[in-house]
């Protein structure tokens, strides 16, 4: 079965102002992803076991270092707990 992607926009407070994120929901038989693309890096972001988000973004790594600001990262994590709370 192929995973089900749905696209939607998160609006993000970054160092006063507000950032517009293009995500994608992705479904497949037993994970939810959320994957964001800022700048040339994708963001993933899944649900551990304890329901905190964790962020699988290897491409928003590279070998000098971020390639995506990790305050930002953190911002978008944050608006998703708020958005997603149980």
């Keep these: 079965m192929d995973p089900v992607e749905e696209a939607f926009t998160i609006t993000v407070l970054h160092k006063g102002a507000e950032k517009e994120?293009?995500?994608?929901?992705?479904?497949s038989a037993y994970t939810h992803q959320f994957l964001f693309t800022i700048g040339d890096a994708e963001i993933i972001l899944e649900k551990d076991d304890e329901g905190n988000f964790r962020v699988l973004n290897?491409?928003?790594?590279?070998?000098?270092?971020?390639?995506?600001?990790?305050?930002?990262?953190?911002?978008?994590?944050?608006?998703?707990?708020?958005?997603?709370?149980?």
């Design 21 to 27: 994120i293009t995500g994608r929901l992705r479904i």
């Design 58 to 86: 290897p491409s928003a790594i590279s070998d000098t270092g971020y390639k995506t600001d990790p305050s930002l990262i953190r911002a978008l994590v944050e608006e998703m707990e708020k958005l997603l709370k149980d």
